[in-house]
Each structure stands twice: as structure tokens, then as C-alpha cells.
T-cell receptor
Framework: QKEVEQDPGPLSVPEGAIVSLNCTYSNSAFQYFMWYRQYSRKGPELLMYTYSSGNKEDGRFTAQVDKSSKYISLFIRDSQPSDSATYLCAILTGANNLFFGTGTRLTVIP | EPEVTQTPSHQVTQMGQEVILRCVPISNHLYFYWYRQILGQKVEFLVSFYNNEISEKSEIFDDQFSVERPDGSNFTLKIRSTKLEDSAMYFC????????????FGDGTRLSIL
């Protein structure tokens, strides 16, 4: 069973659109969830870090965790061309290592 | 903003040779990691390192691999007798402490085995 599933996209939206990126996970014991952004030829850059259920907002970014359905989301408001990147969801295991999704490639068209 | 740095950015090595990938974690971080990303696949955990010893390792991290913190700033991944399938991006990461801390990644070393 795959630990984390993520729609690989690609996803293409016009500038200013609201973007929704989603992952599902298998183990209900997971409690720490992260979103990373990865530009081409760069390492994953931490965007959001959330614990348990609920929402966390940082500027144009909102991370949402629904533990009852084992579903995590990242919303990007007023998307910009500079948001074009691959977005990776990741889950922190009890052993302190990360399980990553496959990543969703996002393109924001000016 | 402090960052994780990795060298070299690209390493080309003949199959069967040994390779050492280097990382300088963020200076006040205590927990270090290596991950691997084969082209087109997920980022996969290899190993974590804390207090000068391996904390966890995945099934990928077999006897071919070793890690070391040779001094107060560097953290290295050694791959002995490289194979074609070792070709991948290797990412180093660090976190401030052991439990439930966010991990910060370097830009990776692209390893190409010929």
C-alpha cells in the first residue's frame, strides 16, 4: 500500500486563479504534514508545516488537513507565474523520516 | 536565511567506483538526512543521523552506503562500488532537533553513473 498518493498533474492555470493541490495518505497515525515547493534543478523548499487537523495560512498559501478522510490540501490564492513549480506533499513518520508524494507540476500562465 | 549546501552539484563516475557526496547542514541543526530521487520518481528516504550515529535507515541503504560526520560542519554520503541504478539526485536535509521538526533541504547532487 502506498503511503502517500498525489495527483501528478500537470496542472495549468491562468494568473490570478485559485489552485488546489491534494494528497491522500494511508496511515491514520501520521500527525505531521508538510508541503514543499521544488523549482527545476533545485531542492525541495519547505512551504508549510502543519500538525494534526485544521487549516494553516501563510500569505497566499493555506494548508488544510482532514484526518478523518486522510486528505491534505494546499490552496494557492491569486496564483502568480513565479508559483510555477512542482509541489510535493510529505508526511513525517514516527521514525522522523519523510514520505513524499510524487509531486504535482503547476504552471501559472501570465 | 541559513541553508543546506551540497557539493558537487553534478558528479559523473564510472560504474564500480566509489563516490562521496558532501553536505553542510544548517549550523544549529542536530539531525541530518539523505534522500534520493531517481528521475521521474518520488523523493525517497535513505538515512537519518543524530548524535554521531545512524538513527534510521531504509531498505535502500544497504552495505554499499555509509554516512559520516567527519568534522563539526560536514555530513557525507559514501557510495562504494557504484551501480548504474545509483544514478539519481541525492538530497541532504537537516532539522533543528530530533522530534517532529521540519526538514530543510539542499539543492542536491546529481549523480550520473556511466
Amino acid at each position: 500500500q502506498k503511503e502517500v498518493e498525489q495527483d501528478p498533474g500537470p496542472l495549468s492555470v491562468p494568473e490570478g486563479a485559485i489552485v488546489s493541490l491534494n494528497c491522500t495518505y494511508s496511515n491514520s497515525a501520521f500527525q505531521y504534514f508538510m508541503w514543499y515547493r521544488q523549482y527545476s534543478r533545485k531542492g525541495p523548499e519547505l512551504l508549510m508545516y502543519t500538525y494534526s487537523s485544521g487549516n494553516k495560512e501563510d500569505g497566499r498559501f493555506t494548508a488544510q488537513v482532514d484526518k478523518s478522510s486522510k486528505y491534505i490540501s494546499l490552496f494557492i490564492r491569486d496564483s502568480q507565474p513565479s508559483d510555477s513549480a512542482t509541489y510535493l506533499c510529505a508526511i513525517l513518520t514516527g521514525a522522523n523520516n519523510l514520505f513524499f508524494g510524487t509531486g504535482t507540476r503547476l504552471t501559472v500562465i501570465p | 536565511e541559513p541553508e543546506v549546501t551540497q557539493t558537487p552539484s553534478h558528479q559523473v563516475t564510472q560504474m564500480g567506483q566509489e563516490v562521496i557526496l558532501r553536505c553542510v547542514p544548517i549550523s544549529n541543526h542536530l539531525y541530518f538526512y539523505w534522500y534520493r530521487q531517481i528521475l521521474g520518481q518520488k523523493v525517497e528516504f535513505l538515512v537519518s543521523f543524530y548524535n554521531n550515529e545512524i538513527s534510521e535507515k531504509s531498505e535502500i541503504f544497504d552495505d554499499q552506503f555509509s554516512v559520516e560526520r567527519p568534522d563539526g560542519s560536514n555530513f557525507t554520503l559514501k557510495i562504494r562500488s557504484t551501480k548504474l541504478e545509483d544514478s539519481a539526485m541525492y538530497f541532504c536535509a537537516s532539522s533543528r532537533d530530533r522530534d517532529n521538526q521540519p526538514q530543510h533541504f539542499g539543492d542536491g547532487t546529481r549523480l550520473s553513473i556511466l
